[in-house]
T-cell receptor, first 110, second 113 residues
Framework: ELKVEQNPLFLSMQEGKNYTIYCNYSTTSDRLYWYRQDPGKSLESLFV?????AVKQEGRLMASLDTKARLSTLHITAAVHDLSATYFCAVDMSGYALNFGKGTSLLVTP | EAQVTQNPRYLITVTGKKLTVTCSQN?????MSWYRQDPGLGLRQIYYSMNVEVTDKGDVPEGYKVSRKEKRNFPLILESPSPNQTSLYFC????????????FGSGTRLTVV
């Protein structure tokens, strides 16, 4: 059974600081996705990572994938309040089922 | 605009009263799926469909039915809803087995009393 573990689950950080969210998974896969969810809202796709060593950046967020270590990271640079949300990683082993982590609830404070 | 549309957004119903949550996508995606999201349990897959007339169970299919008669639609049917099906439901679709990512609908918050 594929397990996807995110840490931390809760993160409070000051504006302007940097931080990294980690996503570990238990079974070999080269498809990993990051999503953002605001309270009561849908899941917004942030990054699609499809190969070992993949790195993608959008604004203050950068995601990477190390398939050998079964690890993906979501790095936040110079956080701003608008980044406050819950971030999920999800692993796709089969092409038809996403296995989600529990999510990281991020709060950015002044 | 490319999107996945779910209806209704909110629904309160009574135990045992059959209901259908609709999902429609306008992107010509072969793959569609349903997930439920619960506090502490995260997002779990209910059913998925690889194409028209092809459906299969996900992790938590009990109490749900689906059908895929047309490529664009993938309704979720609760024949006899129970309170433990109170949840936030999401429909998702993708092209090419997730190679281009998955697009999620806006969600349906279901309460069964």
């Amino acid at each position: 059974e594929l397990k996807v573990e995110q840490n931390p689950l809760f993160l409070s950080m000051q504006e302007g600081k940097n931080y990294t969210i980690y996503c570990n998974y238990s079974t070999t896969s080269d498809r990993l996705y990051w999503y953002r969810q605001d309270p009561g809202k849908s899941l917004e796709s942030l990054f699609v990572l499809l190969s070992n060593g993949a790195v993608k950046q959008e604004g203050r967020l950068m995601a990477s994938l190390d398939t050998k270590a079964r690890l993906s990271t979501l790095h936040i640079t110079a956080a701003v309040h608008d980044l406050s949300a819950t971030y999920f990683c999800a692993v796709d082993m089969s092409g038809y089922a996403l296995n989600f982590g529990k999510g990281t609830s991020l709060l950015v404070t002044p | 605009e490319a999107q996945v549309t779910q209806n209704p957004r909110y629904l309160i119903t009574v135990t045992g009263k059959k209901l259908t949550v609709t999902c429609s996508q306008n992107m010509n995606h072969e793959y569609m799926s349903w997930y439920r999201q619960d506090p502490g349990l995260g997002l779990r897959q209910i059913y998925y469909s690889m194409n028209v007339e092809v459906t299969d169970k996900g992790d938590v299919p009990e109490g749900y039915k689906v059908s895929r008669k047309e490529k664009r639609n993938f309704p979720l049917i609760l024949e006899s809803p129970s309170p433990n099906q109170t949840s936030l439901y999401f429909c998702a679709s993708s092209l090419g087995g997730g190679l281009y990512g998955y697009t999620f609908g806006s969600g349906t918050r279901l309460t069964v009393v």
